[in-house]
């Protein structure tokens, strides 16, 4: 049973415009929600995250929505650029102390100039 | 934002050897460690947790004595890859949690590449 589903699989965008990408989580104990990006050969690097007490949070041209009845949150890349292309993920995790992350499959998003 | 290092990056080594990698935090101390094995285009999948000062965490189908974890000090973790075959090619990743910051927060190193011939 996958936790976390991420849609869609790839993205292709042109300059300019604006990528979404899009999370479903099964399990309603997850209150963190961050999501990740990760260029080819290097490790993820934390893009922006929210907590299930907003709908959304806005970090410069990424914005989370989240919507907790849904059990769905989604990324919003606006003014995209060829240098956003990469591999995003979505994750999840409980509170606590030994929590720890699931992540979603990922999506390989390609920026054209 | 805080800074996880990754020692060394890239290892290349003879089938039934042993290497070992290393996972530093730089600017904060690191409670909880986590490893993760990346494969070429899939997710992370988690391997093992470890806590500082006490023995890791597997995940089911993990053999905790091919992988051997130590946590010895809040900025330092260690895996060691025994007795290397070459299915144990692949990206692993190390990330780090710390008290002080939002607890929830993990920063990921850079990751290793290890090819086994």
């Known amino acids: 049973q996958q936790q976390v589903k991420q849609s869609p699989q790839s993205l292709i965008v042109q300059k300019g415009g604006i990528s979404i990408i899009n999370c479903a989580y099964e399990n309603t104990a997850f209150d963190y929600f961050p999501w990740y990006q990760q260029f080819p050969g290097k490790g993820p690097a934390l893009l922006i995250a929210i907590r299930p007490d907003v709908s959304e949070k806005k970090e410069g041209r990424f914005t989370i929505s989240f919507n907790k009845s849904a059990k769905q949150f989604s990324l919003h890349i606006m003014d995209s650029q060829p240098g956003d292309s990469a591999t995003y993920f979505c994750?999840?995790?409980?509170?606590?102390?030994?929590?720890?992350?699931?992540f979603g499959k990922g999506i390989t998003l390609s920026v054209r100039p | 934002g805080a800074v996880v290092s990754q020692h060394p990056s890239r290892v290349i080594c003879k089938s039934g050897t042993s290497v070992k990698i290393e996972c530093r935090s730089l600017?904060?101390?690191?409670?909880?460690m986590f490893w993760y094995r990346q494969f070429p285009k899939q997710s992370l999948m988690l391997m093992a947790t470890?806590?500082?000062?006490?023995?890791?965490?597997?995940e089911q189908g993990v053999e905790k004595d091919k992988f051997l974890i130590n946590h010895a000090s809040l900025t330092l973790s260690t895996l060691t890859v025994t007795s290397a075959h070459p299915e144990d090619s692949s990206f692993y990743i190390c990330s780090a949690r710390g008290g002080g910051r939002a607890t929830d927060t993990q920063y990921f190193g850079p990751g290793t590449r290890l090819t086994v011939l």
């Open positions: 994750a999840a995790s409980r509170p606590g102390a030994n929590s720890k992350l699931t």
């Open positions: 600017d904060f101390q690191a409670t909880t």
């Open positions: 470890s806590n500082e000062g006490s023995k890791a965490t597997y």
